[in-house]
Each structure stands twice: as structure tokens, then as C-alpha cells.
């Protein structure tokens, strides 16, 4: 590819932006105002937030895909803020609080510049996980009664996790018509993606349920001429005179334990919660990109602090909204700031219409968030790495959830190293070796591979001494990692590397780890024979052959080719298509192959957190006799004709206007494009069911439908892609 | 200053369950080194002892020309460090009792001391044995530091002496060099570039070192050097484990200054663990 000016660039791919940032904005104004909502903060404190973020962490941030704005993990550490800093009185306690917001965001900008974005490593990824999932229960547990009507309940998060029964007797007695619009919402959030309509799918879930619950508003004031049956307490209020009267952050209290616990809690609450979204988000950047981890913290802060003098909550990267611009094309930091953009527009020109979003709506969202966090899927998939792993889990979220998020996960630090202790059995491996040097790393001067040889012992407590070498090494190289002079792994290591494999593997990279097997047999290392493989765990639950696979295997009989029922949890040679660049591949299974082709049912994921939807689809993989040019090729819908207009290219002949009505063609080689679909193809495409199809240069990708195909459709795929195959041979 | 062979050796020994294979391998060294061998004994002298240690010195295959047995009392280093001093020796031999971690650690603090106190070479025999063992591979450092002519002279006198197939000169390179911080793509690439240009340079200096000693002295000797980015003074030993080397050549401390006891330096990380046999060159040109 040539060089082209990187002014050029940027405004050739601002539409996108734009695009990718108002959808994005979609979905923030809901949570925004949701957010501040659940933290008893004024609503706006939220939009406040994601503004600042949008527009500050553009400017000076490191990352390019993702977007800031009010994250999920701190409404818990917020509430508790306000409500406590204000000794009951609310709004006292959110100026305390907007103090409190600005110092962590000077925190996070001393984070930034001690380059301690490899914090994020020192907690063992299972506690972390037992923190989440307790945040998330702490926010079910309040919401839960607020998306019934029932705005004050008292108590702990045990106490309201207890009275969600009563709530649910009572709230049809005191607000039925906003009760039900709240769990109505809820089931809709919940069976969302079981919606496979894609025109229906632009708009993110979140954003329906408000759209929906004030159309039912203009519904009674329009059709009805009547009064809303909520009542205006369930109803947003947002200040008339929106800028003039800014919150004047409280510093009074500036030596109070409390605060300074506040503070510390607010601040490490957004480092976690930044860092493990700026990781995530890495892997669904279409251009593949490193983002710089402690520049963006230190923009973060920045922002933070900004947004603390004009009444927001503070500002961390968040992972759906980000997953969201990913996957809406959004390529640059340009698309946090038009979301920002966005939501100002939102918030001046809809005022009285955001003022008919009802309380239980939102409540509804945010009672999905926390059930995300904390769903019982993720126990279950803790679990299958190992039973002492669901413990410190457990653990870890139990004691956060009687005591604060602090306490919670020094707890869990704690009991993660008393459980590698009783694993090993021995105290002085840890202790002799903690602060000594482990790590070797070289480029081994005949093969040009970077070899990385771990000793003594590697765990969550000196993983960031791997982490530092392994950054060093382009993610296009050859590594190895060797592990057979260290003694002991722990699971936290096990999965960064798992993080590391993957993103070698998107930038065609090898990373292979070494010297694991023989920790199974010599010191029965746990983790390693629990964990070396994490996919296989998870899908070890290999029963009898389904229908659809006996059927699948006599096909394979038929045509006299091969058939794998197996999981492959690492599917070689499609990471390099396009269709895969914002979405994370888990597995294939079911391969049905010969010598070309290669039929396999895929099962991957779009988005993250609660935009995530795990999506399953067949796919047909075969190698081009000719070399080929770039290209996707696929159905010209609604969807794509947006994306036109987004600024994505659409390749149309003037020869062929059924084709070019029908299809929509894009990739960067235009001519060599053009050249290729010659009329003989162009009218094989016309001729044929349209299947989504992608070339990378040597292979092409076929795609079925938008779930499973039948084993009719996967023979149609067959005959489809051998006639095409015919036809590419001609050509050579 | 050029390397001077070693001539005379000296081996401190104590009556330990290893001290034949001890003994053997001393007598074994001085031999291949064509080197007067002197046995030092720090401790009582009695009839039983020294007919025990002359009927192992008797069945001893493998013998130097001169060998010549003292018995000294006294506290077991300043002797050892003076009798290198009173016989002018140029390589003194430390065995390690058994392989275990704490006697490892005993045998690092042992020779850390000596190597400060004594003015001669010291070698670390961590795993004598009674039939020989081959050095196949022998791993220098390649510092930038004026003694380490000296040291990669060494290496490959002891490499000739000890028919070894191959010597690698490691070049440790401190991440401070490089200077840039690794934070996205653009600082690792031009990190990558810099560590490339910063390992060429590193080359060059190394394979002039090599390239000074004459042809003679390292007839045959396959050579090659690898350059690490890392912690000056742990990668190498960490290296050392890795490929398996038989024997780690070193520079001696640099400098001892107060200070450095508590900041360990080059030769701490190596002593502390001790990856495999340890030399210790001990540069007479620069005390």
C-alpha cells in the first residue's frame, strides 16, 4: 500500500468516524444518564462525563478505537461516595464527590507519567473477576427495585437483593404502568440478540428501550390526549439553565480518611476497568493497532479532572461503547469526539424529549449491565479452569460485598497467594525468588526467532516482568516462550499469554509457549494441566454426535472427503479476512474438507460486555488458483447503502446495472477488482443465491447464513464454491 | 595486557563425601592446564587424614608433574586468600560439597568473598565428578569493560586446553541503552530499529576482541557471539542455564565499592544462583 498523506487519511475516513460516533452516541446517552442515575448523582453528571471523555481523550489520548465516557464499575464506589461524603444529604455529598473525582483524575495523570499501565497485572485475573461480578451484583441488587417503580429502597446490597420478592408484590399495587415498561424492558434487553434482523440491530438495544419508552410517552400525550401514567418522580429532570449553574466542587473535606479512601477507591476502580477495556478493545481494532496504555491514562485523568469541575462523574475507557465503534467502523480517535459531539446535539436540541425517558427504563439497562458483570456464566467458566479458581472468586466476591471494593480485592490478592502456596507447598520459591530477576529474552542470532525463558516461578505477582519483554517484541515475529526452568505458572499468566497468542496470531505472529507438558508430569503442575489449553476446558463436554453432525458425516461419506467433528480452538488462516478484523474468533468445529475446500461451522463474537452477541455461522474456506486482489463482496441492502453513505466505497460497473443494484463491492485495488469480475463472473454472481464473500489475496472465504446452515445449504455452499472455483480456473 | 596461562593452580579441599570426585577433577585441570597443582588443606592435621588423602592422591588416574600438599589451620578463607598470595597462584579451585540449594548459596558466599580477597582467578566446580565430563560449551561475557580482553583470552586458552567444541560471547546490553520506552507501535518499532543498530555496534566490538587474539591461541574453536537485552549481570547467567554451557567465564568485579554490597551488581546474580561452573577472571592489569 502506498503512503498516502495522513491529513488525507484522516478526512477520507472522517465520515465513517461520524458514523461510527453517533451510533456510539446511541448507546451512551442512555447509559450516561442511566450511570449517574444508579450513583444518585443528577443525571447529566453522566453525559457530562462521556462529553469530557469524548472530546479530551481524543485530543491526548493513546488508543485509537476506543471510547470514554462514565464506566460501569465505579456507580457502586460513586454511590457510596455521595451517599456517605454527604452524610445523608445528596447533593452535599456529589460536591464532595466532584472533589474527589478531580484528585484521582491528578492520580491517574501520575499513573500515566510512572508508566504503571502494567498495574493492571498484580491482580490475579480470577479475584478481579469476583470484584466485577460483585460491582455488577451491587448494581442489580438497587436497580432492580428502581426499573419496578420502587425508587427507595433502604439497606446493603445483601438487604435489597433480599426484598427484590416484596418489590416484586408491591410495585404492581403502587406504579404498575412504569413497572412494566421497566421489566418489559428488561426481557427485551434480553433477547436482543436472539433478534437476527440486521436493519433492526443498528440500533443498540439500550437505545430502543429509550426510544420505545418515550414513543409509549408521546403515545398517550398524541394519540391519547392523555396524562402518561408514571409518575413524574420515575420521570428524568434536567436542570432548565443547563451551563449557567455549575456544581462547585467541595474540597472541605480534603484530609478526611473517608475521602482519601475515596479517592484511592474512585481511582482504582478506573485504572482496572480503563486497562482491561483498552486491553479488550485492542483485539477488535480492524487496523490492529498497539494503543499507547499509559498516555491514554494520563488523558483519562486529564478528563477526569475536567469533567469533575463541570459536575460529571469521572472518566474511564469503557468496553461496550468502544466495541461498539469498533464494529460500526469507527477507525480513529475522531469517533469518541463526534459521540461527544453527538450527545451535546442530544442534550440541547432533545431536552423535553430525554426529560419522558421513565426511571425504570434506565433501571432496566443498568439491571442488564449488572447482570452481565455478574453472570453466572462467568462462575461456570471459572470454574472449569479450575475449582480453586471459583474459590478465590467466590472469595473475592463475598468480601467485597460485605466490606468495600478494597478490602474485597486485597482480600482476594491475599487468598490467590495463599492458594499458590498450598498448591506448591512451598513457601520459598515464592519467597526467595519474588524480587529477583526472571525473565531472559533474546534474539537468537540464526533463526532471527525472540526466545523468552521464565524462571523460578512466574504468577500474577511478577507477571509484568514477562509482560515488559514480551512488549518488546513485534507482534509479527516468532516467539517462544520457555517455561521449563520455572516451577510453577499460575493461571493469571496462563490467560495473558492466551491474550498474547491471539494478538500474535491477528498480526500473523507465532507465539508458541514451551516447556508446560513437562510440568504436568514432574511437579503435577495445576494450572498447566488445567489450563495449558483454555478452549479445550471449556468445550470438553464432547458428546455423541449430534443430527446435524451424523448428517454433515454421511455427506463427507458421500463425497468421499473428511469430516472432524473436533473443536479447533485456534482455526488457522482466517484471522487475515476482513470479516474477522472487529470481531474475536472462540472456535470451529465441524470441519468438513478434501484437498481445496474447507466447510467449518465458526463460532465468534461481535462486540463486548453487554453489546456482546456470540454469533455461530458456516463458513467454506479455498484456495484461489490465481492470485487475487482484496475484496468483499455481499448483498446491497439497506445496511450497506448506509454504509455507502458512511463513506464505505461500493465498486459498481455501468455495464452491469443488475449487478451493481444488487451487490455491494468494495476493496482498495479498484482497477486489478474491476479486471477480475469480468462479465462471465459478474454474471455467475447474478445467477447464483448471493453468499458473503470475501478474498484476502490467496484464499477465498465463503459465508452461510447468519446462524448454522442446513446440510441443503451447506450443499448449495459446495456447489456454489466448486463453480466458482471452475470459473477462476478458466481464468488462469 | 595479554592473558598469562595459568601455571599454578591451587585446590582448597575439606573431607567431604565429594572429596574424591573433587580431587580428581583439580588433578584432572591442572593436568590439561600443564599446571603445578598445590592441594591446601585448612584444618587439624591428622595420621588418619593425610594416609586417607594419600591413597586417594595414589589411585588418581590423571596427574599434573608437581603436585604438593599443605596443611593449614585457620579460619578457611584469609588462608585461602593468603596461601594464593605466598605460592603466587593463578587459579584457585573451589568445590561445591553436593548439589543442593543451601550449599549452592554456601559455595556463592564463599567465593563471593574470595574473589574480593583473593588476587587470583577463581573456579567454581559446581558438579565435580570422578570420571570427566566433557566442556562442550562455554559461555564469556562480553561486556564492555577493558578486562574483558583479558577474560575472552581466557576463555578460549581454557577452551583450547579443554578441547571444547564451541564458545559463545554474550553480550549483555542494558535496556538503558536503548533509550526509548515501548509504548505502541511506533516506539516498538523504533525500539526495534535502535536495539538492531545497538546490536551490530555490540558485534563489531566483540568479534574485534576475538579477532585480537592470535590465530594460534584459538585454533579450531568455533565461535559466535548473541547480544541480550537485559539486566547487566542476570541475563548471562540466565543464559548460561538456558543453552545448557558447561562453564561461564566472567569478568571479576569491576569495582568494590561500599555501596555495591547492597545493590548487587555483574557477579551477584551469577554467585547467587551459580547456572552452571563459574570462572572467574581475575585481571592482573586492572586490580
Given amino acids: ?78 454511590l457510596a461516595a455521595i451517599t456517605t461524603l454527604g452524610e445523608g444529604n445528596l447533593y452535599e455529598g456529589y460536591l464532595f464527590t466532584l472533589a474527589a473525582i478531580i484528585l484521582s483524575g491528578g492520580l491517574l495523570i501520575i499513573f500515566g507519567v510512572l508508566r504503571l499501565g502494567a498495574m493492571s497485572e498484580f491482580f490475579p485475573a480470577s479475584a478481579l473477576q469476583g470484584m466485577l461480578a460483585a460491582i455488577g451484583i451491587g448494581i442489580l441488587a438497587k436497580q432492580f427495585h428502581v426499573m ?71 403515545y398517550y400525550a398524541l394519540v391519547l390526549n392523555k396524562e402518561v401514567p408514571i409518575d413524574p418522580e420515575l420521570l428524568i429532570k434536567i436542570p432548565d439553565q443547563l451551563f449557567s449553574n455549575l456544581p462547585r466542587p467541595n474540597f472541605d473535606k480534603l484530609f478526611d480518611l473517608n475521602f482519601i479512601g475515596v479517592v484511592f477507591s474512585i481511582t482504582l476502580i478506573a485504572v482496572i476497568e480503563s486497562l482491561l477495556s483498552i486491553k479488550a478493545v485492542d483485539k477488535l481494532d480492524p487496523r490492529k493497532r498497539r494503543s499507547n496504555v499509559n498516555k491514554d491514562l494520563r488523558a483519562l485523568g486529564l478528563a477526569s479532572i475536567v469533567s469533575g469541575f463541570l459536575g460529571g462523574l469521572n472518566v474511564v475507557t469503557v468496553i461496550a461503547r468502544s466495541s461498539v465503534n469498533a464494529n460500526n467502523g ?106 529477583k530477576p526472571n525473565v531472559l529474552m533474546y534474539r537468537e542470532d540464526q533463526s532471527g526467532n525472540y526466545y523468552v525463558s521464565v524462571k523460578n516461578f512466574c504468577s500474577f505477582l511478577n507477571f509484568y516482568r514477562l509482560k515488559i519483554k514480551l512488549d518488546q517484541i513485534p507482534e509479527s515475529e516468532h516467539a517462544i516462550v520457555d517455561f521449563s526452568l520455572c516451577d510453577f505458572v499460575d493461571h493469571t499468566v496462563m490467560e495473558g499469554l492466551h491474550d498474547y497468542q491471539r494478538s500474535f496470531a491477528r498480526k500473523n505472529g507465532i507465539f508458541e509457549t514451551i516447556g508446560l507438558d513437562i510440568h504436568a508430569s514432574e511437579t503435577q503442575h495445576p494450572f498447566a494441566v488445567r489450563k495449558s489449553l483454555p478452549i479445550n476446558v471449556l468445550m470438553g463436554l464432547q458428546n455423541a454426535l449430534s443430527n446435524r453432525q451424523k448428517n454433515i458425516e454421511q455427506l463427507a461419506q458421500q463425497l468421499a472427503w473428511n469430516y472432524d467433528p473436533k473443536i479447533e480452538s485456534d ?59 482484496n475484496f468483499v463482496l455481499d448483498k446491497e441492502d439497506f445496511k450497506t447503502a448506509l454504509y455507502h453513505w458512511a463513506g464505505f466505497d461500493d465498486i459498481n460497473f455501468t455495464k452491469h446495472p443488475d449487478f451493481s443494484k444488487r451487490f455491494h463491492l468494495s476493496g482498495n485495488n479498484k482497477k486489478a477488482i474491476r479486471t477480475l469480475f469480468n462479465s462471465e463472473l459478474i454474471y455467475f454472481f447474478e445467477s447464483h443465491p448471493i453468499f458473503h464473500i470475501e478474498s484476502n489475496g490467496t484464499h477465498i472465504l465463503i459465508k452461510g447464513k447468519e446462524r448454522l446452515s442446513s446440510l441443503q445449504e451447506i450443499k448449495i455452499m459446495l456447489a456454489f464454491s466448486k463453480d466458482l472455483l471452475e470459473l477462476l480456473e478458466k481464468q488462469q | 595486557m595479554a592473558f598469562k596461562p595459568f601455571k599454578t593452580l591451587l585446590f582448597g579441599f575439606a573431607f567431604s563425601p565429594s572429596l574424591k570426585a573433587n580431587v580428581y577433577e583439580a588433578t584432572r585441570l591442572a593436568n590439561y592446564f600443564e599446571a603445578a597443582l598445590i592441594l591446601l ?45 605466598k605460592y603466587n597462584i593463578d587459579l584457585l579451585l573451589l568445590g561445591a560439597l553436593k548439589r543442593e540449594n543451601v550449599v549452592k548459596y554456601y559455595l556463592g558466599s564463599i567465593a563471593r568473598k574470595l574473589t574480593r580477597q583473593a588476587p587470583c582467578s577463581v573456579l567454581l566446580m559446581l558438579n565435580p565428578s570422578v570420571e570427566r565430563s566433557p566442556c562442550k560449551h562455554i559461555v564469556v561475557n562480553g561486556f564492555d569493560s577493558p578486562q574483558t580482553h583479558e577474560t575472552v583470552e581466557a576463555a578460549f586458552y581454557v577452551g583450547t586446553s579443554l578441547n571444547t567444541e564451541k564458545i559463545t560471547l554474550v553480550e549483555e546490553i542494558s535496556e538503558s541503552r536503548v533509550a526509548i520506552a515501548v509504548n505502541d507501535d511506533r516506539s516498538l518499532r523504533k525500539a526495534t530499529l535502535r536495539k538492531e543498530k545497538i546490536d551490530r555496534e555490540e558485534k563489531l566490538r566483540v568479534t574485534d576482541i576475538v579477532e585480537k587474539i592470535p590465530a594460534t591461541k584459538r ?23 538456558v543453552v545448557r554451557a558447561d562453564l561461564l567465564v566472567m569478568n571479576a568485579q569491576e569495582e568494590r565499592r561500599f555501596y555495591h554490597r547492597f545493590f ?24
Fill in chain 1, 148 to 218: 419496578l417503580g420502587l425508587t427507595s429502597i433502604p439497606g446493603g446490597t445483601i438487604e435489597q437483593l433480599m426484598r427484590i420478592p416484596d418489590s416484586f408484590l408491591l410495585f404492581l399495587g403502587l406504579h404498575p404502568f412504569a413497572g412494566v415498561l421497566g421489566a418489559g424492558s428488561l426481557l427485551f434487553l434480553f433477547l436482543y440478540s436472539r433478534i437476527r434482523n440486521p436493519y433492526f440491530h443498528l440500533i443498540p438495544a439500550p437505545m430502543w428501550v429509550v426510544v420505545g419508552s418515550i414513543g409509549i410517552g408521546y
Fill in chain 1, 571 to 629: 482455526p488457522k488462516g482466517i484471522n487475515r479476512f476482513l470479516f474477522f478484523e472487529s470481531k474475536v474468533v472462540n472456535y470451529s468445529v465441524n470441519s468438513l474438507y478434501d484437498d481445496t475446500f474447507t466447510l467449518f461451522d465458526l463460532s465468534f463474537s461481535e462486540g463486548a460486555f453487554i453489546t456482546k452477541e456470540d454469533l455461530k455461522g458456516t463458513f467454506l474456506l479455498f484456495k484461489s488458483p490465481i492470485p487475487l486482489p
Fill in chain 2, 264 to 287: 548487587p551488581r555483574d557477579l551477584e546474580h551469577i554467585l547467587a544462583e551459580l547456572p552452571t561452573d563459574v570462572l572467574i577472571i581475575h585481571s592482573k592489569s586492572h586490580g
Fill in chain 1, 330 to 435: 469507527g477507525t480513529n480517535r475522531s469517533a469518541n469526539f463526534f459521540h461527544a459531539a453527538f450527545l451535546v446535539l442530544f442534550v440541547v436540541l432533545l431536552g423535553d424529549q430525554i426529560q419522558r425517558i421513565p426511571l425504570t427504563a434506565l433501571a432496566a439497562i443498568l439491571v442488564f449491565t449488572g447482570y452481565k458483570l455478574a453472570s453466572p456464566e462467568n462462575l461456570i467458566r471459572i470454574y472449569k479452569i479450575g475449582p480453586e479458581q471459583a474459590l478465590i472468586f467466590l472469595i473475592t466476591l463475598v468480601t467485597t460485598l460485605f466490606t468495600s471494593l478494597i478490602v474485597g480485592i486485597a482480600v482476594g490478592i491475599l487468598f490467590t497467594f495463599i492458594v499458590h502456596l498450598f498448591l506448591r507447598k512451598s513457601f520459598f520459591l515464592f519467597s526467595l525468588n519474588i524480587f
Fill in chain 2, 219 to 241: 585454533d579450531g574453536l568455533k565461535w559466535e557471539t548473541q547480544s541480550i537485552f537485559g539486566r547487566r549481570g542476570y541475563s548471562i547467567g540466565h543464559y548460561a542455564r
Fill in chain 2, 41 to 85: 588443606h585448612v584444618g587439624e592435621k591428622t595420621k588418619e587424614k593425610e594416609n586417607q588423602f594419600q591413597q586417594l592422591l595414589k589411585e588418581c588416574p590423571i596427574k599434573p608433574n608437581e603436585i604438593q600438599t599443605y596443611w593449614e589451620e585457620g579460619n578457611p578463607i584469609t588462608t585461602l586468600a593468603n596461601a594464593c598470595v
Fill in chain 1, 1 to 78: 500500500m502506498a503512503k498516502k498523506s495522513p491529513v488525507l487519511a484522516f478526512a477520507k475516513e472522517l465520515p465513517q468516524n461520524i458514523f461510527a460516533g453517533f451510533v456510539v452516541s446511541l448507546i451512551a446517552l442512555p447509559l450516561g444518564l442511566g450511570l449517574a442515575i444508579a450513583s444518585d448523582a443528577p443525571p447529566l453528571s453522566g453525559i457530562i462525563a462521556a462529553v469530557a471523555g469524548g472530546i479530551v481523550v481524543a485530543l491526548f489520548g493513546g488508543s485509537h478505537v476506543t471510547i470514554a465516557g462514565p464506566g460501569n464499575g465505579l456507580v457502586i464506589v460513586l
